[in-house]
């Protein structure tokens, strides 16, 4: 296996020789260039075609923002962004996966300090999952593509859905921003959903989807009453579930993480709305890496609900998606440009 290539794009120089000592500690990966502002990563990243970009967001001249716009637009490179939990960070780093950038991981601290191990952990293991993902200038594809036809599970009328159910983990942000745009406002189902995240960057992601789209997004909170036109998103520490009560929907978040391999799980969620919905719900698996959510909406498939998974072209990491697929949990496979039209058709 080759080496992992890393450029590093940070302007504080006693950070920037920190993250780059910590990376080059890794086998299997190596610092190819160290940039103090967006400008010199731009010239860095065509000089040097790293593997992936290590991306701090506050710089002078050109920022991290700014950067991975202009890195996606002409030389296309996987972005991580690595940023502080200061909130205007964390605003701009969402922006930035807007902008094309694949994840967003918190910059780890100190070594005396007691998460140390555990935060560069997280960087590392993003870099290097992030390292393997094909980037292109435009990762969506064209709406008026032929749309797949539905594969038919049963030849009986379902009723509409009364709850939408979303997973999704590497370039998910981004997806799930896209198909909640094409949505009303006045969408008649609450929608629920897992994003694999650090819980630092769950409340920043919800405030960046909640300016970005016409509905209305928050954190699910335990024993919240789920709304019609509302998008709730599960936290980082905690399964997020539905359950059926007289006064609707309700979510219910579960602090144990049991044998999930991920806490939030989407297949702890889909599992819950397979229960809670039986035939009136759609699950969605978009873009991600693993196979969480598969055997979920496998379980929502084989309830009777409709089940969509964004499909290989346009998806950032086809890793999920693909798992759900190759289980038949997927009655339709769209490209992301596509869903936004589905959902409002089952409506």
Known sequence: ???????????SATQRQFLTTLIDE?????????????VEALVQVQALTPDVVSMDIQMPNVDGLEATRRIMMRFPT????????VEREIDLAFQAIEAGALAVVEKPPARTDPTFPDKQRRLISTLQAMSSVRVVRHWERDPAHAEPKPRQTTGKLRPKPELIAVGASA???????TILNGLPDDLPVPIVAVQ??????????????????????QVAADSMVLQRGMVYIAPGSAHL???????????????????????PSVDVLFESVALACGS???????????????????????????TFAQDEASST????????????????VLALAQFSTAIRNLM
């Open 1 to 11: 296996m080759s080496e992992i290539r890393v450029l590093v794009v940070e302007d």
């Open 26 to 38: 890794v086998p299997g990966m190596r610092v190819v260039g160290a940039a103090r502002d967006g």
């Open 78 to 85: 996987p972005v991580v962004v690595v940023s502080s939990l």
């Open 171 to 177: 370039g998910g942000p981004s997806a799930f921003g």
């Open 196 to 217: 694999h995240m650090p819980d630092e960057f769950i409340a920043g992601m919800t405030r960046w989807l909640d300016n970005l789209t016409p509905l209305k997004v």
């Open 241 to 263: 579930t539905v359950v059926r009560q007289r006064s609707g929907f309700v979510a219910r978040l579960i602090a144990e993480q049991g044998t999930y391999r991920h806490m």
């Open 280 to 306: 009136a719900a759609l699950g969605v698996v978009l873009t991600g890496m693993g196979d969480d959510g598969a055997a979920g909406l496998l379980a929502m498939r084989q309830a009777g609900a409709r």
């Open 317 to 332: 990491v086809f890793g999920m998606p693909a798992a759900a697929i190759e289980r038949g949990a997927a009655e339709r």
